[in-house]
């Protein structure tokens, strides 16, 4: 579940700001696995936006330590090869795939929608957890095999920002 609060504030007679931000949501990964942070706005109305991921907070403007940028239509920054866009950034899809989860992977991750005007940007909080990958046991009558599962297994939630 998401929802979003808005604080008004009052700047002049004429004018209110909003600051809009998400509660956060959760997502478990497995290690080695690919994981999807979801993030999403509406690209219809808003046009092609910056886009940015980072890891914990964000600060008032922009992102600290991007892990990932996206201008709305293409890929501008990356800090691995592990961080990708792998939604369709045509229809306002910018959710953040980890590749092969490790343990370090886990904490909050925030996506920035930058939403023009001032005060107006959308930020949404995940928190991942990294947990073992599953393991399957196979037995013969000679051997004993232990695999990792292939499906991640797990809580997923999805979470849009949008006014």
């Keep these: 579940r998401s929802s979003v609060w808005c604080w008004f504030l009052h700047v002049t007679s004429f004018l209110a700001v909003c600051i809009c931000e998400c509660d956060s949501s959760r997502v478990k990964g497995h290690t080695g696995q690919d994981v999807t942070l979801p993030c999403k706005y509406d690209r219809k109305y808003h046009g092609a936006v910056e886009v940015c991921w980072q890891r914990g907070e964000i600060p008032i403007n922009k992102c600290s330590n991007q892990l990932i940028s ?3 239509d293409k890929v501008l920054t990356r800090a691995s090869s592990r961080y990708q866009l792998l939604g369709r950034l045509e229809d306002g899809d910018v959710s953040l795939t980890i590749k092969s989860l490790t ?3 886990a904490g909050r991750y925030g996506c920035r929608v930058e939403i023009p005007g001032p005060f107006n940007d959308e930020k949404l909080y995940i928190d991942l957890t990294v947990v073992p990958a599953p393991q399957i046991h196979t037995s013969t ?3 004993t095999k232990t695999t990792a599962a292939s499906q991640t297994e797990g809580d997923r ?5 949008s006014l």
């Design 157 to 161: 939630f999805k979470a849009v920002c």
């Design 70 to 72: 996206t201008d709305g």
């Design 103 to 105: 343990e370090g992977d």
């Design 141 to 143: 009558a000679s051997t």
